[in-house]
């Protein structure tokens, strides 16, 4: 994995004939997508940007030169747009940028290895980490304080406590009732 610049964003469909695209900004604010400068995709060109409306930008060449056209525009659909990791603050204590965390070996507090940081999600509802190894099932954990209390970025190591699972069996319908939690039947 490249540790030198971060994944910021991606490009969406062409918006109209004028070469104008959807991005789509991992930026907690995503106009702030903007105030890195310029911005390097996957192949290597180098872009900068311009919103013009909600969610939809301008691209610009090296040169200065604005996506000639939907055609052109379509080709750039996914593209991923990173920027240069020295551009970042560094976090505060207790936050990490999710590139960071990707790679990194995850252990129970008992030492028994889960595998490495996969992937990280976040729908919308909350992130999680997908850890795994060779030979496991991927493992989906939510990125909690309570699942995660120690987070060494500088050791390369995390350490896990896997939360208590429920696993209810049977079928449940609506005229089934309530599940009790203590006995994991319906009542």
Known sequence: MDRDRILMGVVGRPHGVRGLVRVHSYATVPEDLTAYGTLTDDRGQVWTLRWRGDGIAELRDAAGQPVA?????????NRRLYIARASLPEPDQDEFYFADLIGLLVHEQGGRSLGRVLVVHDYGAGVSLEIGGEGRAPLILPFTQACFPVIDIVA????????????????LSPEAGEVSPAVGEAS
Do not use: C, K, N, T
């Not at 390369?156 to 079928?171: C, H, M, N």
């Open 69 to 77: 056209g939907r055609e052109a525009a379509q080709a750039l659909v």
């Open 156 to 171: 390369g190591r995390i350490e896990a406590v896997l939360p208590d699972e429920v696993e209810i069996q049977g079928e």
